[in-house]
C-alpha cells in the first residue's frame, strides 16, 4: 500500500515538476544558445540560470498559495511586489555566478544573447511566470473539485435529511382515525354486521398504504384516489346519515403521477376536524387541473368555535412535506377559514 502511494505522489506532483524543468532547461538551451556556436558554454550557462529560475518560481507560486487564493488582496499586492525585487537579486547573482564560472569575468566568454540583462531577465521571469500560470490553473481545477465535491457532500447529506424528515412525516399516522375505526368495527363485529368483513379489508388496505408505500415515491392519482375512497367509506359507516359528500375527479387526470399519500392526509383532516352544522356534516372534494396546475380542494363544515383547523398536525405535516419535495414556486397551499365553511386548496405545477 505505502508503494502504490509512493508512485501515486511521483506520478501525480514529482514528475509533471521534473518534466517542466527538463522542458524549462531546455528553453533556455534554444533561447540563449542563438548565435552561439560554443554549445558547452550554452548548456552551462542554462544550468546555471536554472536553480535560480525554480528558487524565483517557488517564490511566486508561494505568493499566489498564500495570499491571493486567500483573497487577501492587499498582502499579496505588497508580496508579490516584494517577490519580484528579491526575484531580481537572484536573477543577479545566478548572472554573476554565470559571469564568473563561464565567462572568466568577460561577456566575450559567454552566449552572445546573455551579453544582454535584460534578455536573461525575460527569459528567467518568463519561464517562471509560465511555471506560475500553470500552477494557477491546476489550483483553480483543484478548488472547483473541492467545491464541487463540498457541493455533492452537502447534497447528499441535504437528501438524507430529506429523506428521514418525509419518513418521519409518513409516519406520524392519524390515531384519532384508527382509534374511531376500530371502535366503529368493534361495534360492528358485536352487531353481527355483514359490513365487518368489507370494512376490515378496506382498513387492511389502507393501513398497508400509509405504512408502507414511501412518502416520495410516485403513484398514479388513480391509486391515491382509490385509497381516498377507501378511506372515505370507512368514514361513511363511522358518520352514518350526518355525511353528506360531493366528490368530484377529472377523468383525464387519473393516469397523472403524484407523490404517495399527497392528497388523502387533506381529506383525513376535513372529517378529522369538520363539524356537523344542523345535523349535516358536508365535505367536498374535488380534483381538477387548470392549465399546467393540478387544483386539489376540500372543503368541509365546521362551528368555527373550537381550535382552529388550519392549526392541525395533518396540514402542518402536509406543508412540511410540500417544502421537502418542492421549490416553494411549484405548490401553493392556502387555508381559508369562514364559518360555516374551512376549505383547504392545493395548487401543484405539474411542469416541475
Known sequence: MKTNKGLNHWAVSILPRFIFWVGAFLFFVVFFGYQSEDTKKTLNFSLTMLPGTIVISWLLNGVFRKYFWKKQYLKFSLFLAGALVVSLFVVTFSYLLAFILIGSYSLNNMPPLSAKGIFVVVAVLLVAGISVAINFILQGYKVQNEMEKLQATVLEKELVLKKIELEKLRNQLNPHFLFNTLNTLYG???????????????????MDYLLYKGANEEVLIKEEIAHINDYIALEKIRFSDILELDFSVEEALLEEPIPAQLFLPLVENAFKHGEPINGQLCIAIKLKKINETLCFSVQNTFSGLDKPNGKGIGLENTRKRLSLLYSKEAFLLEIEQKPPNFKVELHLDTNT
Not at 360492528?188 to 389502507?206: G, V
Open 188 to 206: 360492528l363485529a358485536l352487531l353481527h354486521s355483514d359490513q365487518t368483513a368489507d370494512m376490515i379489508i378496506k382498513l387492511s388496505n389502507l
